[in-house]
């Protein structure tokens, strides 16, 4: 479905059911350059499990030129994105919700939980960390909008697991269907996505603000945010709960069933 958030047409997937304002939302925000399917293992089972399950596309995201395209440009600050989540909200008309995010989508996540925080009932942060510099080299590639841009995000951001194969839906290449997300997305997305990803410096500051109990997933083999920096953003949450994986960054994709289950275990308590 489409919702207008600040005048512009916004996608976001019910996962197969329709928009019940008596029931709890859970909102899932994706990572950098990628857009609301890097949650279909997680999302879907939770709109089957008397939740609204809503996976956005953040402004500007989505297969360009397809209809699930968000528009209206995309923010240029990790603050920016943490607004517009809350005016999603507001758009959906949620008082209180269940954030979700990955990887970009924490640093937003902190942000909303910290400024807004009577918006969340619980918070979950898969591959997570106060900060997220990024290396010059992908920085560089992704500022001319070269292929090695997504190519080092796609290599740095999977396990060995990931590089190998062994997704559990058959004959999908974790690899692949990354550098297809990255392809398709638009120009100089993922150097805006980088770069606000690469500025932001407040995560411990908004980490000692968080009300809402919070999960932290992070991955033992994860390059981009290692699980040492989780563990470091965890101690910093007064309620928060720190889970590492055997696995590499995209968590939600090399590890879907057990990122499900942390998720469903911490839900229910």
């Not at 560089?140 to 190519?151: F, G, I, P, T, V």
């Not at 080092?152 to 999908?172: E, I, P, Y």
Request: aromatic letters at 8%.
């Amino acid at each position: 479905m489409f919702v207008e958030v600040k005048g512009h047409k916004t996608f976001v997937n019910l996962n197969g059911q329709t928009f019940d304002p008596a029931k709890p939302s859970i909102v899932f925000v994706h990572g950098a350059a990628m857009e609301q399917s890097a949650w279909a293992a997680q999302a879907r089972y939770f709109a089957y499990h008397d939740y609204n399950s809503l996976s956005v596309n953040l402004p500007a995201h989505g297969p360009v030129g397809s209809p699930n395209q968000s528009a209206g440009e995309a923010p240029t600050t990790i603050a920016a994105y943490g607004d517009w989540v809350v005016d999603f909200l507001d758009a959906m008309k949620i008082e209180k919700a269940v954030l979700v995010g990955h990887s970009m989508g924490t640093l937003i996540g902190l942000e909303v939980a910290a400024t807004y925080p009577n918006r969340l009932e619980k918070m979950i942060l898969v591959g997570a960390a106060p900060s997220m510099p990024v290396h010059p080299a992908l920085v560089d590639a992704a500022s001319k909008d070269d292929w090695l841009a997504e190519e080092l995000m796609t290599s740095w951001g999977h396990g060995l697991g990931g590089h190998l194969g062994g997704n559990k839906a058959n004959g999908v290449w974790m690899k692949g269907t990354a550098l297809s997300v990255f392809g398709n997305s638009e120009d100089q997305l993922i150097f805006n996505d980088l770069s606000a990803c690469s500025s932001y410096e407040t995560g411990m500051d908004s980490a000692a603000k968080i009300a809402c109990p919070t999960l932290i997933i992070s991955g033992k083999d994860d390059k981009m945010t290692p699980a040492r920096q989780g563990a470091k953003l965890a101690a910093a949450i007064p309620d928060c709960k720190n889970v590492v994986l055997p696995v590499g960054h995209m968590m939600p994709s090399e590890a879907p069933n057990e990122v499900l289950d942390l998720m469903i275990e911490f839900l229910a308590a």
